[in-house]
Each structure stands twice: as C-alpha cells, then as structure tokens.
C-alpha cells in the first residue's frame, strides 16, 4: 500500500491497550488505511514522525521490513531499534496519551471514525525540547553528553534523527 501519511496531534485516553488497539485495526480494515499512534513524549517532534513513516514506508516497498506489521515498522523507526520491545515503548501506554496520529495513506473516512475517540491537542508547542525530555531522548537513543555538547544542545533533534536513519545501515 503506498500513498501519502498525514499526521495529527492528539490527545486520547487509552483504558486498555489491546482492547483499543483492535479497535484501531476495525477502522483501519474499513477504511485501507494503516493507523499509527506515536508517543510524543518520546519523540523529537513532527519531523522525527515523519522520518520514521518515511522509513518504513520505503522498508515496505523494498520488502526488507523488521516486523509484519507496517504500524510496529513505524515504531522500530521511530525508536532507532530493531527491537520490537524498544519499537513499542513509542506506542501507546494505559492512562492519557499525548500521541502523533498517522494515517497512512490518508483517508477523509478514517479521520471521521477516529474523531470521537481523540481530542485535537491545540497549541501546544511539541516542537520545544525542554530539558526532562532531552534527558530522555539521550537515554532513548544513547546520545551521551559529550556528543551533545560537541553539536549544542539546540540539535538534539538532528541526533535523535541521525540514530533514526542508522537504523537503516544496522539492518
């Protein structure tokens, strides 16, 4: 399946994780559109998503994908991993998630049925790395201090996007 991934930023409520998820996969089924939630606090925002989606789009079309599914391919992107444990700790978690929504391809009817169970995440800046979350990301994705004070800490992003692209040399 190929086409053009489309993402939003939501906030969603998940009580139970399985449950929710094959929930998910009814309206991806109905609508021929892959379904990816990406946690945002794990990520160094949009374009780290989008990397990750370009990723494995390519992974799908070359067929040389890590895992069977499209959605967990995202993740193992997303993590810099080709751990399927590490992949899904950016997925979603029990509890209130903030969460980048991917669409791939995008469908008009998919984001209608998805609308009720995501509120929209507003203006919130998920861009700005404030330093919890680069204390995070370094141990995410082993940036040790010393890399990140030989770049400066404003390209945390280009570290984390670095690790996302090795990715496809580790394969």
């Known amino acids: 399946m190929t086409g053009c991934c489309s993402q939003r930023q939501v906030r969603i409520s998940v009580p139970e994780v399985d449950a929710f998820l094959a929930l998910i996969r009814g309206i991806s089924d109905r609508w021929n559109s892959r379904v990816v939630f990406i946690g945002a606090d794990r990520v160094a925002g949009r374009d780290h998503v989008q990397a990750a989606l370009n990723h ?44 980048y929504l991917c669409l791939c391809p995008d ?46 800490p404003d390209r945390m992003k280009d570290l984390v996007l670095e690790r996302v692209v090795l990715l496809e040399v580790y394969r």
């Open 56 to 99: 494995a789009l390519r992974a799908e079309a070359a067929g040389t994908m890590i895992s069977s599914r499209f959605e967990m391919e995202v993740l193992l992107y997303a993590s810099g991993s080709r751990q399927i444990v590490h992949g899904s700790v950016f997925g979603l978690h029990p509890g209130e998630n903030r969460a």
């Open 107 to 152: 469908s008009d009817g998919a984001w209608k049925e998805l609308a009720p169970l995501v509120a929209p995440a507003g203006n919130e800046n998920w861009e700005e790395i404030p330093p919890e979350k680069a204390n995070l990301l370094m141990e995410l994705f082993s940036i040790t201090a010393e890399e990140l004070s030989v770049v400066g």
